[in-house]
């Protein structure tokens, strides 16, 4: 990427040092600024430099035992439950202050869903929460859920079915794979409205890859890290089957 070209870190003595070679390396070698990752994303984060991505839309862990099993005790609505294997960390606790930290280090603006069970963690106000209404009906499930957001615009609201089987366009219904899973409209609306032609966007917690198959779609560079081995290889091939199916269409268009 010509960005990540300039800014590599340079030795700055004729000979270069250590430090600065070793480094180097690492950079070259480990990560290339856009693609998709089996990394934890304090490790991925550490290499990337300051503000270089446009907009990070980031969903980690939020402390609340979300991981899987606890859809089975849920009741209420038409949906049945679906078992998952639980995710990375068993939704235990959310990322601790460095994460922040470092999330806003290296990008200019960020989107993290989840912070109203971690804001004291996020240090600062937002007029700009995002509101995602999951038209959930009578279940247990939560009606709404919540995104912090470093805008300085109002409260926005998006409306979208998400309820086990009932989604908000059965007529394109989503495969679900992961039990936090974010449908794909959802990410799109957000690229629609915050981001602008040209951004780069960071996810760090990719889980389904709902987020990249929404920036693959608007033509959005991304860099993604998911520290999950499984779902890693799920969500690879929801990507890579997607993208082959939107191939094979536009194939098919052409014939
Ligand atoms: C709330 S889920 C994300 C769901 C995602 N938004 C979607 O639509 O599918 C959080 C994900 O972060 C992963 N994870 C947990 N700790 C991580 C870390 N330190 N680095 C990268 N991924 C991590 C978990 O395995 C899990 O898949």
């Known amino acids: 990427m010509p960005g ?3 800014q590599r870190p340079q ?3 004729p000979n270069g040092n250590a430090k600065n070679i070793r480094s180097f390396r690492l950079w070259e ?6 693609g998709f990752f089996n990394t934890d994303c304090m490790e ?3 290499q990337i430099p300051d503000k270089y991505f446009d907009l990070a839309i980031v969903d980690p862990p939020y402390g609340i035992g979300e991981s899987g099993a606890k859809n089975k005790t849920r009741t209420g609505g038409l949906a049945k439950p679906k078992d998952y294997k639980a995710f990375h960390g068993d939704d235990l606790k959310p990322p601790d202050g460095e994460y922040f930290k470092e999330l806003m280090r290296v990008s200019k603006n960020q989107i993290i869903w989840g912070s109203n069970h971690f804001i004291s963690r996020i240090p600062y106000d937002s007029s700009c929460w995002i509101v995602w209404d999951k038209d959930n009906g009578e279940t247990d499930f939560a009606d709404c859920e ?6 300085r615009t109002a409260v926005r609201q998006f409306r979208f079915k998400w309820q086990g089987m009932l989604q908000g366009n059965m007529k394109n219904k989503e495969y679900r794979i992961h039990p936090t899973q974010k449908p794909v409209a959802l990410y799109k609306w957000l690229l629609k409205n915050y981001a602008k032609p040209g951004d780069k966007i960071l996810d760090t917690h990719v889980g389904s890859a709902s987020s990249l198959i929404a920036c693959h ?18 969500a690879t091939e929801r990507l890579e089957q997607h993208k082959s199916q939107l191939n094979m269409f536009i194939d098919l268009e052409e014939i």
């Open 4 to 6: 990540a070209e300039a």
């Open 11 to 13: 030795s700055n003595t």
């Open 29 to 34: 070698v480990q990560m290339e600024l856009s």
């Open 44 to 46: 991925g984060m550490k």
């Open 146 to 151: 919540l995104a912090w957001s470093s805008f």
């Open 217 to 234: 779609d608007l033509g959005f560079e991304y860099l993604g890290f998911e520290l999950d081995t499984d779902y890693y290889r799920m």
